[in-house]
């Protein structure tokens, strides 16, 4: 099986991994509800694998490979009922010396029971050639837009796992606009 095949197995085997964790998620022992009630507040350290360039939203990919994903969420600027707001600092590398990118962003969580839901709007600064080549994107301008979504089961008060997307776009402020999409399954450690 070729490196791009297997790559390409990587968003149904996340996808598996995260129907098998919502469909324990009644099974498993429940912590005091006020322990899960506090999951969305301090600092958390969050880590990915994801498929690279999976072509969701641009419909064509043209980077092959893996991403280790890797952030920093900061603690709640405010919370409203279950919805919490803050910023996260974090960046892409691909495994395959592809598109890099590092990021800030603003997120907006939200926590139901143990299943919790994100997105985020940020700035994204990337190491891709401006220009089309044929193993890169023409994402059009140095800056980018970064686009995060994510949804999850929170495992313990501390611990999450994950599916997490996100997209790198210049909303058409350039007349290149491929943008970037990556996807794949992230865990959590809130300190």
Request: hydrophobic residues 40%; negative net charge; aromatic residues 10%.
């Amino acid at each position: 099986m070729s490196k791009h095949s297997t790559a390409k197995l990587f968003p149904t085997g996340a996808a598996l991994l995260a129907a098998a964790l919502f469909a324990a998620a009644p099974a498993m022992a429940q912590s005091s509800s006020d322990e899960y009630d506090q999951a969305l507040q301090g600092f958390e350290l969050r880590l990915g694998l994801l498929e690279h360039d999976v072509g969701l939203l641009p419909k064509r990919n043209y980077e092959d490979g893996l991403s280790i994903n890797g952030e920093l969420a900061f603690a709640p600027l405010g919370s409203y009922g279950r919805a919490a707001f803050r910023p996260v600092i974090g960046g892409s590398v691909s495994t395959e010396g592809r598109t890099n990118f590092a990021y800030a962003d603003m997120r907006a969580e939200v926590l139901w029971d143990r299943i919790f839901f994100g997105v985020g709007l940020g700035a994204a600064i990337h190491d891709s050639k401006l220009r089309r080549t044929a193993h890169e994107k023409d994402l059009g301008s140095r800056v980018l837009f970064h686009v995060p979504a994510e949804v999850g089961f929170q495992i313990t008060p501390n611990n999450r796992l994950s599916v997490y997307y996100e997209h790198l776009t210049n909303f058409g402020l350039d007349k290149d606009n491929q943008g970037l999409d990556n996807l794949g399954v992230r865990f959590a450690h809130r300190f």
